[in-house]
């Protein structure tokens, strides 16, 4: 696992010990990066079941500001620390153990809005729908902002959430990605 692109180009990712997560490939990171990118001029994103961080890292390495790094495993979060630091982007990064409901109730306390949201929520307990519905409620996305979503290849997730359209769906195998858009009149 490693960084495809930017500033960080080729680095070495921990994984997180065990086999709790499912790293995103490098090919499916590359497709991913292709359909919202590939590169940025800065932005805010949210890696809301980072694992070992490598989605945000890559978006950071693209050129994202910041990205906000959440996840409920005590050995995830130690690796995202690691790997921040390994890519020297501490500066950039904030990490928070905690699961997705509560992590979304405090970033909108926080009044944040995100130019790009990952979702990678383990493939057994599905919670995307549910997640992009408070996320549209609360406006945690920016106008023009994308919400990312992996999942399953067998998982067949609606046209429009909320306030969120589809704007791209791939398959990669076993792994699909669909990602929505929030384009509105403001």
Do not use: W
């Not at 890696?47 to 945000?56: E, I, K, P, R, Y």
């Not at 982007?89 to 970033?107: G, Q, S």
């Not at 902002?145 to 704007?167: N, R, W």
């Amino acid at each position: 696992m490693r960084v495809v692109s930017g500033v960080c180009k080729g680095r070495a990712l921990k994984a997180v010990p065990g086999n709790t997560t499912r790293p995103t490939t490098d090919k499916v990171k590359e497709a991913l990066f292709n359909m919202i990118g590939p590169y940025f001029d800065g932005g805010l994103g949210l890696d809301l079941f980072a694992g070992s961080g490598g989605l945000g890292l890559e978006a950071l390495s693209r050129g994202l500001g910041k990205v906000i790094f959440v996840d409920r495993d005590a050995k995830a979060i130690q690796t995202i620390h690691e790997n921040i630091k390994a890519c020297k982007m501490e500066d950039k990064a904030e990490v928070y153990r905690n699961d997705a409901d509560r992590a979304l109730k405090a970033l909108i306390k926080r009044e944040i809005r995100f130019d790009y949201i990952f979702l990678d929520p383990p493939y057994k307990m599905q919670q995307l729908i549910s997640l992009m519905q408070k996320i549209s409620e609360r406006t945690l996305l920016t106008n023009g902002g994308y919400i990312i979503c992996e999942h399953s290849h067998d998982v067949e997730l609606p046209e429009s959430v909320g306030e969120f359209t589809q704007y791209k769906y791939e398959k990669y195998g076993i792994i699909a990605i669909t990602i929505y858009s929030r384009f509105r009149e403001e």
